[in-house]
């Protein structure tokens, strides 16, 4: 028998390329993702909008991770900044 997969979701998540991203291994229902765009969005899956567009960085983000309870991200840019994002506050740290 032939494993399937199967495709949940599909949507554009940046004006350009998504350089990177990671899934919350908390909840496994919120998505983060770093673009071209210089921005890090913040998406629940099976959403078709995120909840969240973070700016800030002034070149591509290549990087970004959530803490483990899912409250702050962490996003690395192509020219070496790396930025801490509290999403309850929706800010740069």
Request: hydrophobic share 40%; with cysteine.
């Amino acid at each position: 028998m032939a494993n399937r997969s199967y495709k949940i979701q599909e949507f554009v998540a940046h004006a350009s390329n998504v350089n990177c991203l990671n899934i919350g291994k908390k909840s496994t229902r919120l998505l983060v993702t770093g673009g071209e765009d210089q921005k890090v969005n913040l998406w629940a899956i099976g959403k078709p909008n995120s909840l969240l567009s973070l700016s800030g960085h002034t070149s591509p983000v290549e990087s970004v991770t959530f803490d483990s309870v899912e409250v702050l991200v962490v996003s690395g840019a192509s020219f070496g900044v790396i930025k801490l994002w509290d999403l309850e506050e929706a800010k740069s740290e």
